[in-house]
C-alpha cells in the first residue's frame, strides 16, 4: 500500500511539473525552467533512448530487407546477363576466326566453297565417324565433293538430301586418301584408324624419305574423290626403316574432328594444279 501511495505521489508529482513547464512556456518565461527540467530528467531520457534505440534499429532493418533482397536478385542477374554475353562475344569471335581461316584456305587452294554449319555428329551408312551439315541439293551438294574447315581435309560427302548431307570423316576407319610429303613430294596412301587424333600413312616407295615432323597434303587426280593440295597431317611417329615394306608413319589430323563447326564443301576445285608451297600449313590437332 505505502509503495502504491508512493508511485502515485510520484507520478501525481511530475503531472504538475509538466503541466507548469506548458503554461511557463506559453508564457515564454519557461526557459530557465526548462533547462532545469532538461538537467533533471535528461539522464532518464539517454537511459530510455539506449535501451529504445537498438530495438527501433532492429525494426527498420527487418523492413529494408526486402528492398536488399531485390537489389541482390537484381545484381545477379545483370552478373548472369554480362557472363551470358561475354560468351557470346567469345562464341562470335570463334566463329569469325573460324571463317576467316576457311576463306584463306579456300583462297591459296583456289577452291569455289560453299559454307555450311554442323548440326549433327554420329554415325551414319556403315561409317563411325560422320556428321551432318545444313546443306544439301537444293545448295548444289553432290556425292563425294570434298568439305574442309580452315584447318584442312574434314572428309568428303557420302550422303545428300534436299536441304542437309552427310560426311565421312578423314579419322574414319573406313576412309583412305590419297597423300603427298610436302618436303620430297613423295606419295602415298593415307588411312583413318578411328582415332579423332592418329591417321596411318604408308608411302609407294619403301625408301623414300620421312621424318617426323614432315606435312603431307592431299593428292588428288582428276575425276577423283578427293581435291589436290588440301591439309592433311603431320608425321609424328615411324615404325620401321626404310625399305620394310610394313614400314608405317603415324599421322596427327590438322583438323580436329571433335570440334567441328563451321565447314566449307568444295563445289569447284581449282582449274589449275595447286603448288604445295601455296597451301597453309596449319598447326596439328593438340599441339601447344
Known sequence: M???????TVLALLLLAS?????????????????????LFGPVENAANAVVRPV?????????????????????S??????????????EHNRAQELNDLLAL?????????????????????????????????????????????????GRVI??????????LLVDATATVGARVASSMEVGFLNGTGDPAS??????????PLKVGDRLVSFGVRGG????????????????????????????????????DLVGVIVEPPRTAVRVAAVPTPTPTGTP
Open 56 to 76: 527501433s534499429d532492429f525494426l527498420s532493418s527487418i523492413g529494408s530487407i526486402g528492398s536488399k533482397d531485390q537489389q541482390i536478385a537484381e545484381l545477379t
Open 159 to 168: 550422303h545428300v538430301s534436299a536441304t542437309t548431307a552427310t560426311v565421312a
Open 78 to 91: 545483370r552478373n548472369d546477363a554480362l557472363t551470358a554475353q561475354l560468351r557470346t562475344t567469345q562464341y
Open 225 to 260: 574423290a578427293y581435291v589436290p593440295g588440301i591439309p592433311l597431317g603431320t608425321v609424328v611417329d615411324l615404325q620401321g626403316s626404310p625399305g620394310q615394306l610394313s614400314r608405317i608413319a603415324t599421322v596427327r589430323p590438322f583438323v580436329d574432328a571433335t570440334s567441328l
Open 2 to 8: 505505502r509503495d502504491s501511495r508512493r508511485t502515485r
Open 19 to 39: 503541466l507548469t513547464l506548458v503554461v511557463l512556456s506559453l508564457r515564454g518565461a519557461g526557459s530557465g525552467a526548462r533547462s532545469s527540467a532538461s538537467g
Open 106 to 154: 579456300a583462297g591459296a587452294g583456289k577452291y569455289k566453297i560453299l559454307p555450311a554449319q554442323v548440326i549433327a555428329v554420329g554415325p551414319g551408312q556403315g561409317f563411325a565417324w560422320t556428321i551432318t551439315i545444313d546443306a544439301g541439293s537444293m545448295d548444289g551438294i553432290a556425292i563425294d565433293q570434298n568439305v574442309v574447315n580452315g584447318q584442312g581435309l574434314v
Open 199 to 208: 591417321l596411318q600413312l604408308q608411302l609407294l616407295d619403301p625408301f623414300a
